[in-house]
């Protein structure tokens, strides 16, 4: 070889890594879940595997504690730099334009993979009739209680109360020197509204009518009734544990899993965390429906969607591995590795999932569910501020409720109709 | 150095010259890093927070509305609420710093048994990066797990566990602790350099005199910190009116509203409410307070004038 063949070749080699290095693209992932144990192995390997699959492209996971996500996500999303692929409060994110619509995309899918979802779980990904999620998972809200305290205080665990009369006598049962029936969320965490949400709905109240242009936590009276039921179990029945303001999800499964706390109301993936925390609690649980004063009253339940960022570069990669996320295998592992149900309907019978009684359950209680966040561009500023403000002041001055829940309605009104 | 004997002598027209021009030239080169640097970090995010204060801002999308949030932000109960809250924790922080910070030096600097060590160890709060104290603290406080609870139950001094930071008195109570905790080392530090500075003659001189130990402090050490004392205290003042660290992280602003100071007030509106046009001109008006504060402060105390007779 001549010199300057040589010279040549060696110039090529040197071109071409670059090159390749050049044609692989990262995108950014970010959801809260990326930093709770019982998923990480889950999604390192997702990684991996879309990579091996995908040699031009790099997936970066986000990893932000959850109740930094969203600012993060805002922060990120200001400065035209968010994340491709991420799951935040889609119709906020969507009426500020920080998200892509991704209907062009979904359009070019086959039927058999869009057939899977079906059409009013997609249209809990939809704002102002465009598609800007994808749901991948989601958690209905049942009752969960540890039947060995159950046990120890008397109670039946085949028999769980139905109505509020009876969680209130098995709640006093419950209660004992340093151990309480339940915990009552205050903290500043939008999962306090949602389980207010529940309480209300579990009483046939309403918090908006029917076209979100107004709150009614007060004036519906059903919605009052069981707001000051629900924090009365702390303020006036003595049977939650203390520092409900300060009480988020964290703290709530700590608790129980600790068997401070004999029952909480909560979705299915509090049951990996519970046992992450306590793993000798495994196999003492059990989950019934809310008790509730109305028949059939509806449960919440939570769907988390993957959408892509409006600032994504690379919308065809983020694509790729969304739907790649969306797969069976994974959709299996993320149900019982970290108790997140599939929200896809050709699941539904996968042997796996049908294995586990309690998933089983929750499945179940979750057929009358209704879907939250609730459709409104501003409900992460109501969810995560206004409503958590009033009940935090509520429980602070129990006497005050109704004026609270009055001031609420008027500040959420006016919010949801600017 | 020939030059700088001979130009203390030049009439003042005589630095028109094209010499001086190329000199000033070179100067500004010099400094030009530097001020590029402060424009990029300081100067450009200032005038984009100006800018956006004037804004309302929807998403990626904004429309210009003149004083519209100024108007907004003082309007609403919630910022003259912060207002009041900031007032009461940086009052109380900062006189607790200077007062707890001052009497710590005095006495780090009379002791000779394990002096470097207790010194060490009194700065550890400030060494610590405020986030981790935070969060420390975050979970000694904390009612069902926490140390604090866990101690004062078994001495017997509380019945039940404490939600400190559940309930307005005791989570202002405690965030403003923190405070303290995390800011006396700094003013211990800078009292305690200055205390160095003051010559053993004066107090001899005192001592023959036959001085109390009041009358030596009252007439040697304060005099002598004066100067020092007021920088440090302005400088905290500065500090503690833009921190929202402790805050964030122990109570968010809560409960209820009780340690929203004016910092947590704006991230709350800016990154919760999504009204980023409000949460600048809360920055705007936090920051032309703490100018205005600070230029008042200076001037009161006269640091100025009696620095420029000496």
């Known amino acids: 070889m001549s010199r300057n063949a040589l010279l040549a070749a060696v110039a090529v080699i040197a071109l071409a890594g670059p090159a390749a290095a050049q044609n692989r693209v990262t995108i950014q992932w970010q959801t809260p879940n990326l930093t709770e144990s019982q998923y990480e192995p889950i999604w390192k390997q997702t990684i991996a595997e879309f990579e091996a699959a995908n040699p031009d492209v790099k997936v970066e996971p986000i990893l932000v504690a959850r109740r930094d996500h969203w600012t993060k996500f805002v922060a990120s999303a200001q400065a035209r730099q968010a994340p491709c692929v991420v799951a935040v409060d889609l119709t906020t994110a969507a009426a500020e334009g920080y998200l892509r619509p991704m209907d062009d995309l979904w359009a070019k899918e086959p039927a058999s993979f869009r057939d899977a979802w079906a059409p009013e779980m997609l249209s809990a990904a939809k704002w102002e009739g465009k598609l800007y999620g994808l749901p991948n998972w989601g958690g209905t809200y049942a009752e969960v209680y540890n039947r060995e305290l159950v046990e120890k205080a008397g109670l039946d665990p085949k028999n769980p109360p139905k109505t509020w009369d009876e969680y209130l006598r098995w709640a006093k049962a419950l209660t004992g020197p340093d151990r309480w029936a339940t915990s009552i969320l205050g903290g500043k965490t939008d999962t306090t509204t949602r389980v207010l949400l529940t309480w209300i709905w579990g009483n046939g109240g309403e918090a908006f009518n029917a076209d979100m242009t107004e709150a009614t936590f007060a004036k519906n009276p059903k919605s009052l009734e069981a707001i000051k039921f629900y924090l009365g179990l702390f303020t006036k029945e003595g049977v939650a544990s203390p520092a409900p303001t300060t009480t988020n999800y964290l703290e709530q499964t700590v608790l129980f899993a600790q068997g401070k706390i004999a029952t909480m109301r909560n979705a299915y993936w509090s049951i990996a965390k519970v046992i992450g925390d306590n793993p000798a609690i495994e196999g003492k649980m059990f989950v019934a429906p809310m008790p509730a004063n109305i028949p059939n009253a509806p449960t919440l339940a939570s769907v988390s969607a993957h959408s892509i960022s409006q600032s994504c570069r690379y919308p065809e990669q983020a694509w790729r591995f969304i739907k790649f996320d969306m797969d069976k295998k994974w959709a299996i592992q993320r149900a019982v590795k970290a108790n997140w149900m599939p929200l896809r309907r050709d699941l539904v019978n996968e042997p796996e999932l049908k294995a586990d009684p309690m998933l089983a359950e929750f499945v179940r209680i979750g057929a009358n569910a209704r879907s939250y966040p609730l459709p409104h561009p501003a409900w992460a500023d109501i969810a995560v501020n206004d409503i958590v403000d009033a009940v935090q002041k509520a429980l602070l001055e129990p006497a005050r409720t109704d004026e609270i829940f009055r001031d609420l309605d008027v500040r959420v009104t006016r919010k949801l109709r600017q | ?310």
């Open chain 2, 1 to 310: 150095m020939s030059n700088t004997t001979t130009t203390t002598n030049i009439p003042a027209r005589a630095w028109t010259g094209r010499g001086l021009a190329r000199e000033r030239w070179h100067g500004y080169l010099f400094l030009a890093p530097t001020l590029l640097f402060l424009a990029a970090v300081i100067v450009l995010p200032l005038f984009h927070a100006f800018w956006t204060s004037f804004q309302r801002i929807r998403g990626l999308n904004s429309t210009f509305v003149g004083f519209a949030n100024y108007v907004r932000v003082l309007e609403d109960e919630a910022f003259w609420h912060s207002l009041r809250v900031s007032l009461g924790f940086v009052s109380i922080s900062v006189v607790a710093h200077v007062v707890l910070g001052l009497l710590l030096a005095l006495a780090l600097n009379k002791i000779t048994f394990a002096r470097t060590a207790l010194r060490v160890l009194f700065l550890t709060p400030w060494m610590v990066a405020a986030a981790v104290g935070a969060t420390i603290w975050l979970w000694l406080l904390e009612p069902q797990f926490g140390v604090i609870n866990y101690i004062l139950q078994s001495a017997g001094l509380i019945s039940a566990p404490v939600a400190w930071l559940g309930t307005p008195g005791t989570a202002f109570a405690a965030v403003t602790t923190v405070e303290i905790w995390r800011g006396v080392p700094f003013i211990m530090l800078l009292t305690l350099a200055g205390l160095q500075t003051i010559p053993a003659e004066q107090y001899e001189a005192a001592e023959i005199d036959g001085a109390t130990t009041w009358q030596k402090f009252r007439f040697i050490t304060l005099p002598n910190l004066k100067y020092l004392l007021v920088v440090a205290s302005t400088l905290d003042i500065i500090n503690v009116v833009r921190h929202y660290d402790i805050i964030g992280i122990m109570t968010g602003g809560g409960p209820a509203g009780a340690t929203e100071v004016l910092p947590a007030l704006l991230y709350n509106t800016a990154f919760r409410a999504n009204r980023f046009g409000e949460a600048a001109a809360i920055g705007v008006l936090l920051l032309l307070m703490v100018l205005i504060f600070a230029a008042m402060y200076l001037r009161i105390t006269r640091v100025g004038q009696e620095d420029d007779r000496r």
